[in-house]
């Protein structure tokens, strides 16, 4: 290493290698106080936690207290993989979930991420990294398990913008010729001046000989990370295989992952071609359904959005090599644009890599901005990355900022000059250039909307009720990518969800609008049982949650129906044949022992978020535009199916009544439902009214331990 670096603290700690998907021990670093710690795992860490976004909420939940704030030292950063995470048999094995008190929503968040940070920590030896306190200096956290040493290391004070810094943080702790053994976490510049930085996870792509970043993207920990003073994270391992996460019984990861591959190479390219256009593929299906976000969510299609589709992007990625973000990955949908050549701010006229988009982008800052011109989002795309901030939510806010300026809410003497009008390329730039700096009218918008809605009213006078009803934002996080308007369930797949609006718990959209598989309001509740646990059940295990059903097997449809085939019962199989043939865990038989496990964990975090505040009724309601027209402009747009809605749903009687009349109604009928919607969500959760988990709930799920009983008894 350079001498530039210099160790201000070394701990060194005996091997351990991994035994059936677990080290049992978890590594606490104090960036304050530079102490460093082993934690043992206990068996009922290991039973009632799983791992991953289990383990980083028991560590959390062990590490502050209710009025811990995410900038406080006391608040942690944690980064778990979980027992399966590491495998390489089967796709979508090497997820890491990082755990915090996020700045946006002042809960806890969870993040869900590629690369190979998560499972090389535990090659490393450790089960999850727990980083408490602030230094008061850049630093770097190096885990080295080739020598069996921690260190913190101090780091220049040069740019943290993720580009450059893992390619130097490549050079600097990976041997030559060893590149793959390296994985960094890493921010950049919009982390530290905005709320909604995210972190960046490496992986090291052999074929192309480069190094490239998955993100945690939601919550904002990239903001804690760098408010730590945290340069870097960076783990080594001497050698990277198929066997280190040490199973109880390869055989089975074998036979299941050779399964998996063959439908994989047989049945992607005929049903979502993930491995050529990846998520991209959902761009026009959305579009054809009016689903995707067009102008702050006004809309759910455009005539333009054919020039954004997967058949664009597949024309745009390097198809030359596979693209998987762990080893074995088949489904390979990560997809990098090999030469970008910059168009605007500091790296302007160099030619980069960009890695993905993937949908999310490409909604969210194409079509709900108004760009339609792929290189205009990678524009967009390159600099979110390379800035660390969440490019989910710097496209819903700028979304919402735009329609604000398009109603008189803002303009350019607000801006400082920026004309914020949809499709404004330039204007755009430099509100991200300008956030990533934390500078003029660019440091308001980095706050996210929740804080935005409040500036605007309270300073520009604007009616806090409309601000309200187009800033999409549920629990202080912004919405990803999906209009709800016609999905009373995805209503509650966003609004009921613990972290905030994000679409890893629950995705109904298509079972509930498009195939009407749930019309009840106890179909739909029992949905938003079933699939927001069964998803958690991947970030507790370390896994993506793409394989499970974005293929499927060729007879999935034909031997099952509805809500059953939606949930891909030979993938839940293959799924508790991964869990037993790492674990050795005998008790897990059947899809109901998965959604036990992620039922305990789900409502633990339902718990935290009640201890810090929140967890409550009141903090589950939606923004209006998620579930209706708020505009007359909306509502016209849409006008034949909103007018058969009112007299067929709502027996509202609409002859001679004004658009302004029916906007009001529609609105009184859909709240309605949606208010009816979480009573039978609490109820089938084995919640209050209130939306607080029961007693015996927590007795049933066995975490009813003393504090988290006290707690619950004090809010009922
Ligand atoms: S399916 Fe895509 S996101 Fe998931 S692990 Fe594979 S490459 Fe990564």
Redesign the pocket.
């Known amino acids: 290493m350079e001498n530039d670096y210099s160790i201000l603290k070394e701990f060194d700690y005996p091997p351990q290698e991994v035994s059936r998907g677990y080290t049992d021990r978890t590594l606490y670093v104090n960036l304050s106080s530079r102490e460093i710690i082993s934690k043992s795992v206990s068996q009922a860490m290991k039973d009632i936690f799983i791992g991953g976004r289990g383990f980083g909420l028991r560590l959390l939940w062990d590490g502050i207290t209710s009025k811990t704030k995410w900038d406080d030292p006391e608040n942690e950063i944690v980064i778990s993989s979980g027992p399966i995470g590491g495998i390489t048999q089967y796709?979508?094995?090497?997820?890491s979930i990082v755990v915090s008190v996020s700045p946006t929503t002042e809960m806890v968040v969870d993040s869900n991420v590629?690369g190979y940070y998560g499972p090389y920590l535990k090659f490393a030896g450790w089960d999850a990294i727990e980083i408490q306190g602030k230094a008061n200096q850049e630093v770097i956290i190096f885990v080295d398990g080739s020598t069996n040493k921690v260190q913190i290391i101090e780091a220049p004070m040069d740019t943290t913008n993720t580009h450059v810094l893992t390619k130097e943080l490549l050079k600097l702790f990976a041997e030559p010729g060893k590149e793959n053994c390296v994985s960094s976490v890493t921010a950049g510049q919009g982390a530290d001046n905005t709320l909604i930085g995210c972190l960046n996870v490496s992986y090291f792509d052999v074929p192309r000989q480069t190094v490239k970043v998955?993100q945690a993207g939601r919550g904002g920990t990239g903001t804690v990370f760098r408010n730590k003073n945290i340069k870097a994270l960076v783990v080594k391992i001497p050698k990277m295989g198929g066997k280190l996460n040490n199973p109880a019984d390869q055989s089975i990861l074998n036979v299941t992952g050779k399964k998996i591959n063959i439908e994989m190479k047989e049945n992607d390219p005929i049903q979502n071609s993930?491995k050529t256009k990846?998520?991209n593929v959902l761009v026009e299906i959305m579009d054809y359904h009016d689903l995707l976000p067009v102008h702050n969510f006004k809309f759910g299609a455009h005539p333009d959005s054919e020039k954004i589709a997967s058949t664009v992007w597949e024309g745009i990625f390097d198809l030359s090599a596979p693209?998987?973000?762990?080893y074995g990955?088949?489904?390979?949908?990560?997809h990098t644009v090999k030469k970008y050549t910059v168009q605007t701010g500091p790296y302007k006229d160099q030619e980069v890599m960009v890695d993905g988009p993937?949908y999310e982008t490409t909604a969210g800052v194409g079509s709900n901005l108004g760009f339609f011109d792929p290189l205009k989002i990678l524009e967009f795309n390159f600099y979110c990355d390379t800035y660390g901030m969440d490019i989910i939510s710097f496209g819903t806010l700028t979304g919402f900022i735009m329609e604000c300026y398009e109603n008189g809410i803002l303009d350019a003497t607000k801006t400082g000059g920026l004309e914020l009008e949809w499709g404004n390329f330039k204007a755009t730039t430099d509100l991200l250039h300008q956030m990533a700096n934390g500078k003029g009218f660019g440091k308001t918008a980095g706050l996210g909307i929740r804080k935005m809605k409040k500036i605007f009213a309270d300073d520009y006078g604007a009616d806090p009720n409309f601000l309200q009803d187009i800033g999409m934002e549920a629990k202080g996080m912004e919405y990803s990518e999906y209009v709800t308007k016609e999905s009373l369930a995805q209503q509650g797949g966003f609004g009921l969800a613990n972290k905030g609006a994000q679409h890893d718990e629950a995705w109904l959209i298509f079972m509930d609008m498009v195939s009407n598989l749930i019309p009840t309001f106890e179909e739909k509740a029992e949905a938003l049982h079933y699939f927001p646990m069964f998803r958690t059940w991947f970030g507790l295990n370390g896994?993506?949650?793409?394989?499970w059903n974005?293929v499927e097997p060729t007879n999935n449809r034909t031997k099952y129906d509805g809500i059953d085939a939606a949930k891909v019962p030979e993938h839940v199989e293959n799924y508790i044949k991964l869990f037993t043939g790492v674990t050795g865990r005998d008790d897990v038989k059947t899809g109901e022992d998965l959604i036990l496990m992620s039922e305990a964990v789900y409502n633990f975090q339902r718990v935290f978020n009640l201890r810090m505040g929140f967890g409550t009724r009141e903090f589950d309601k939606i923004p209006y535009r998620s579930s209706g027209p708020v505009t007359s402009e909306e509502y016209e747009s849409r006008q034949e199916r909103y007018d058969k809605q009112l007299v067929e749903l709502a027996g509202y009687d609409i002859e001679g009544k004004s658009t302004i009349d029916k906007v009001k109604e529609l609105r009184t009928y859909r709240e309605d439902q949606y208010e009816k919607l979480s009573d039978a969500v609490y109820k089938r959760r084995g919640w209050t009214e209130n939306g607080i988990p029961k007693l015996e709930t927590l007795e049933r799920l066995k975490i009813d331990f003393p504090d988290v009983v006290e707690i619950v008894k004090s809010a009922l």
Do not use: I, Q, V, Y
């Not at 990955?329 to 990560?334: E, N, Y």
């Open positions: 796709p979508g094995t090497g997820k590629g998955k993930m990846g998520t693209d998987g973000c762990w990955c088949t489904m390979a949908c990560a993937e896994l993506c949650k793409l394989p974005d």
